[in-house]
């Protein structure tokens, strides 16, 4: 298997510990990456915002690498992804919105690229099967929360790879591992998303209220693949504590570093120093350090 | 009740109805997405009452309120209508326009985010954390806001004080230009 890879800005920087994971678990699972050369940002939440073509052209500028090295492309972050499947469903469905924005790219973008989420590529493509076959730990029954957030969801038509208002694949993949998926009400709400700095406060009240769902049903840690929503709920988590006088102390693992563990994975190489709550506590109680 | 607008008034609607690629006076005004939306709480006006300014062509009160900035693009609106109306991409719609005509001043600090964002993509060829959030925390004159947050990132070596320099950045330039010009034969 080898896929055309678009990591996306975050994964550079706040995200270093989700690419870490990404690059030992794939090597593991023998799934190729080609990085799309010198890729740019895909415009995220600015773009859309600001103009109409913007966030179409620049997302094709890569995807029309992506087209001549003939490969399906992998996105890690829900926000490139999001962006990349909107913007590939705009220029196919109007002809004349493709001509404009290859006017501006000067090329000739036919927006046949697909594009997939990496838990669709690891879960439905590699399968849940194939990776029990290679399990070597068990998560011991961790009582986890899957949160999938709004841009892997929605819009359903264009970029949803499982149920949109209720999906299942990450708690899928929790069970394989061994794990105790909870079922919540909360897995496609939202974050807040890029408000993170600009108005924090909604950030603050949104993951606050994933937060306190997570621990009135008694997870011990939550399990995302965004890094959006990843920042959102550790990053802010002592934040939200301090806010609204709580303690969660809540592990957010990406998806990729869960998995990574129980492949026999050593920590280091899938970056769970880097998180900000401290996952070893839990990891200890489940005999889960490595 | 029947409402009559006049040619003026239509023309907003008929405006945003374009740039969404809907007729926006399919909304019934059923209340699913102010119902829906994460965000409503902390708006002055929920999103199918900005739905309704358009219908009603109030444009300038449209254009001037917090709510279009607020919507944080979850899309929870758009997959609920039971009209099938993208109301997202109306907050967006208007986005473009109130940056069009420089009406950014209900939200200076969300609106200084996403200029800032841009440039900084626009110059480098990818968003750099520590420029993006210097430059903001400068310009909104809170130059120590989020500087633990900051401190613990850097420590994590999860920010970086320098990137790998990006090729093609002339060629993304141009397609910012590009963009740029097709605004202005627009406007």
């Known amino acids: ?290 | 009740m029947k409402i009559t607008l006049d040619e003026q008034a239509r023309a907003f609607p008929a405006q945003i109805s374009k740039m969404i690629g809907q007729n926006i006076d399919g909304c019934y005004q059923c209340g699913k997405c102010t119902a829906g939306c994460p965000v409503a709480y902390t708006m002055e006006i929920p999103p199918q009452e900005v739905i309704r300014l358009v219908q009603l062509g109030r444009e300038e009160e449209a254009l001037a309120c917090h709510t279009i900035w607020l919507c944080a693009s979850c899309e929870t609106c758009t997959s609920r209508c039971p009209k099938n109306i993208d109301v997202a991409a109306v907050m967006d719609a208007l986005r473009v326009l109130a940056f069009r005509r420089g009406r950014t001043e209900a939200e200076k600090e969300i609106t200084l985010f996403h200029k800032l964002f841009l440039q900084v993509v626009g110059r480098f060829g990818r968003v750099n954390d520590l420029r993006l959030m210097g430059k903001y925390n400068l310009l909104t004159f809170k130059p120590f806001k989020d500087w633990r947050l900051g401190q613990k990132l850097f420590s994590k070596g999860k920010l970086k004080l320098t990137a790998p320099p990006v090729k093609g950045l002339k060629e993304l330039r141009e397609i910012f230009q590009r963009v740029q010009a097709s605004q202005a034969e627009k406007s």
């Open chain 1, 1 to 290: 298997m080898k896929y055309a890879y678009y990591p996306g800005c975050s994964l550079h920087s706040t995200a270093s510990d989700y690419q870490q994971s990404i690059d030992s678990v794939f090597q593991r699972l023998s799934i190729e990456l080609e990085e799309i050369a010198d890729w740019t940002c895909c415009g995220a939440s600015a773009a859309h915002v600001s103009d109409p073509l913007l966030p179409l052209a620049l997302p094709a500028k890569d995807l029309l690498k992506a087209e001549k090295m003939g490969l399906e492309v992998v996105a890690p972050c829900a926000a490139c992804y999001n962006r990349m499947r909107q913007a590939n469903h705009k220029l196919r469905e109007n002809a004349q919105l493709r001509q404009k924005v290859n006017q501006i790219l000067q090329a000739n973008y036919r927006a046949q690229v697909k594009v997939r989420h990496i838990s669709d590529v690891v879960v439905n493509e590699y399968g849940l099967e194939a990776i029990a076959r290679l399990r070597q730990h068990d998560l011991q029954g961790m009582k986890v929360v899957c949160y999938y957030g709004c841009l892997a969801a929605r819009p359903q038509k264009i970029v949803a790879f499982d149920d949109a208002v209720y999906p299942s694949y990450l708690d899928r993949l929790i069970r394989t591992l061994g794990g105790e998926p909870i079922e919540w009400p909360f897995k496609t709400e939202c974050c807040g998303g890029s408000f993170s700095v600009s108005k924090k406060d909604v950030v603050l009240k949104l993951t606050h209220d994933l937060l306190d769902m997570a621990q009135n049903l008694g997870a011990e840690a939550m399990v995302v693949d965004c890094p959006l929503c990843q920042f959102n709920l550790d990053f802010r988590q002592e934040e939200v504590e301090k806010q609204y006088r709580v303690r969660y102390a809540l592990p957010v693992f990406y998806f990729t570093q869960l998995l990574g563990i129980c492949l026999g994975l050593r920590g280091e190489a899938l970056g769970l120093k880097k998180l900000n709550v401290d996952p070893f506590p839990l990891l200890e109680r489940k005999n889960l350090q490595f």
